[in-house]
């Protein structure tokens, strides 16, 4: 089952960032740094009370006058609206509400979504009356915090994950891939997601994804059950240029997270942007089933060359997802459509793929005899044992003497010699450590 996603939506300087960092930064939220993967954060995977979800920043909308009713603000939050299960709207407790305001708790009223108004900025316990002019705003009763000095955060995230029960997911078929393609616009992701069902022939049903702004696409081929996630028109037209890239996100994120393969989808007429870094990279911290799918191929002057320089370029741009294979293609022509199939089936199930605790100690002390692990003021890292805990993606953890002399470096060349042994072609490798003397469940 997919995560619920939470949007933190309201106007500049109500404190959102604040908010969504001290909670990433109390470890309430789950945040791991990959070192390569390039993106303006704007999302945390947070773990409350046995609930699992992720948190969406969506920045300030500053309108030039208000005169604008709010062009600017109408599309972002429109965003969040559409994307999230649950959204807090967050109001600046010093001031009354403002017409901004007042517009924003419109646009959430008339969402008929779980809405939470949160009240920022009461810096102490004690609690002013003016914060009963928010009830005014029409989203029930006001939850008063302080993001800078931690007051309330663990009754409001009560609060967002009470909502939690109330939301329906569709039931899993645990026989069906789910398969986002995502990337920029006009990247032909929907030409793709065309050629794929023109090809088969066999398209199940339209179904409009729960409660997401995608169209999910049943389809069967060689009686492999596929469903198509489809993210295009993932940006919308708005004034607020600078934050195009922040807001479209939510939509990526929400496909990721309920699918099973990403496809990674680049025009081959552009090359990697920006745009495609980010978006993958939020793939590979999902621990997703990746193809890079270079689309378009057929609009390229060739060479004996070209092949060769363009997959460089992409491992260059796209150099923490070794792990991913690349395939050019023409949605067009559908040139290797049917061999980029076979490969959704194959990355995903090496995403699933489990290895037997004494096969991987086995391979495990082949590497530590090849390479010795680092030791430190006399004192080397003995690794004890490793496990695997869990699949998509595939996660080992490693028992040893002291968590510290476990350099990042070291830990690589364990997983490299994982998939030296076993390939997990496609599929990111989360690779943990742990001290003898805790359990698999201590940081």
């Known amino acids: 089952m997919s995560k619920p996603i939470v949007a933190v939506v309201g106007r500049p300087n109500v404190g959102k960032s604040t908010f969504f960092n001290r909670i990433a930064g109390q470890r309430i939220s789950i945040v791991e ?235 081959a007429t552009e090359g990697v942007t920006e745009q495609d870094k980010k978006v993958a990279g939020y793939a590979h911290e999902a621990g997703k089933a990746i193809i890079i799918v270079v689309n378009k191929w057929d609009l390229i002057e060739k060479d004996n060359y070209t092949y060769k320089q363009f997959e460089d370029m992409v491992r260059n741009e796209l150099a923490y997802m070794t792990y991913a294979p690349i395939l050019f293609v023409s949605a067009l022509t559908k040139q290797r459509l049917n061999t980029l199939l076979e490969k959704v089936i194959h990355v995903a199930n090496q995403n699933s793929l489990r290895v037997s605790t004494g096969l991987l100690n086995d391979i495990i002390n082949e590497a530590i005899l090849l390479n010795q692990p680092p030791s430190d003021k006399g004192k080397r890292l003995k690794i004890y044992y490793m496990t695997q805990s869990g699949v998509k993606p595939p996660t080992f953890i490693s028992f040893v003497n002291d968590k510290e002399l476990a350099h990042f470096s070291y830990m690589r060349y364990l997983e490299n010699h994982i998939r030296k042994n076993f390939i997990f072609e496609g599929t990111p490798i989360v690779m943990k450590v742990r001290q003898k003397n805790t359990t698999m469940f201590d940081d």
């Open 33 to 267: 740094d990959t070192p390569g993967v390039t993106r303006d954060r704007v999302y945390a995977d947070v773990s409350w009370l046995d609930h699992e979800f992720v948190m969406i920043d969506t920045g300030g909308i500053e309108p030039e006058s208000t005169d604008i009713i709010m062009s600017q603000m109408r599309d972002q939050a429109q965003v969040a609206i559409d994307t999230a299960d649950v959204i807090v709207f967050m109001v600046d407790g010093r001031v009354s509400y403002t017409t901004a305001d007042e517009e924003i708790a419109l646009m959430l009223r008339r969402a008929k979504k779980p809405i939470v108004l949160v009240v920022n900025k009461m810096d102490n316990s004690d609690v002013p009356d003016t914060i009963y002019d928010f009830y005014n705003l029409g989203l029930g009763e006001p939850i008063p915090i302080s993001s800078v000095n931690a007051l309330n955060l663990g009754d409001l995230l009560d609060v967002i994950v009470d909502h939690f029960k109330d939301i329906e997911f569709q039931e899993e078929d645990e026989d069906v891939i789910k398969v986002a393609l995502i990337g920029k616009p006009n990247a032909g992701k929907s030409s793709l997601v065309n050629s794929f069902l023109g090809e088969t022939r066999v398209i199940v049903s339209d179904v409009a994804g729960t409660t997401r702004d995608a169209i999910d696409t049943p389809f069967v081929r060689n009686g492999q059950k596929f469903t198509l996630i489809d993210t295009a028109g993932l940006r919308r037209q708005s004034r607020v240029n600078e934050n195009i890239e922040r807001y479209s996100v939510l939509r990526a994120l929400a496909a990721i997270e309920r699918s099973d393969v990403c496809l990674v989808v680049i025009d």
